[in-house]
């Protein structure tokens, strides 16, 4: 059911934990099935992701998806990171079963809604980036991956 990258990611996520004092701090969920993803970014003077953890609670698929979304984003530009979208989360995986493609969503409004954060903390307007929503539904999923 599970590719081995995303049993990888869920037996031994990559960057897990919390940055006090992050540059962004973005935390989503699905009402319906209770996952809630928290991303932490450590953002330098130059808009380079210094760092980022992450803490999730929800099922292997949303872990796996946060931990692999970390690794996208890590050394990447602001404006790199806004082009990590869950159709690349879950290509990095090499896919997720239908039911779970919703994680990768979750992890891609993670990213955004930190971004959204640290924009908001430094007087930043980031292009292509728009207010994140805190609850993402599988309906918002179009497509499978």
Not at 25 to 31: E, H, I, P, Q, R
Not at 33 to 39: A, K, L
Not at 76 to 90: D, F, G, L, P, Y
């Amino acid at each position: 059911m599970y590719t081995e990258k995303v049993m990888d990611h869920f037996e031994h996520p990559r960057n897990v934990g919390e940055i006090e004092n992050p540059s962004g701090l973005g935390t989503v969920g699905n009402a319906k099935c209770g996952d809630i993803m928290r991303i932490y970014l450590d953002i330098d003077e130059n808009q380079i992701i210094r760092d980022v953890k992450f803490k999730t609670f929800g099922c292997g698929a949303a872990v796996a998806t946060s931990s692999m979304a970390t690794e996208l984003v890590k050394g990447k530009t602001v404006q790199e990171a806004m082009q990590v979208t869950n159709q690349a989360v879950c290509e990095a995986l090499d896919g997720l079963p239908p039911v779970k493609v919703h994680c990768s969503l979750l992890a891609e409004e993670a990213i955004h809604a930190a971004l959204w954060d640290y924009a908001n903390k430094n007087g930043l307007e980031i292009q292509g980036l728009k207010k994140p929503k805190s609850d993402i539904g599988e309906e918002e999923v179009e497509e499978e991956y």
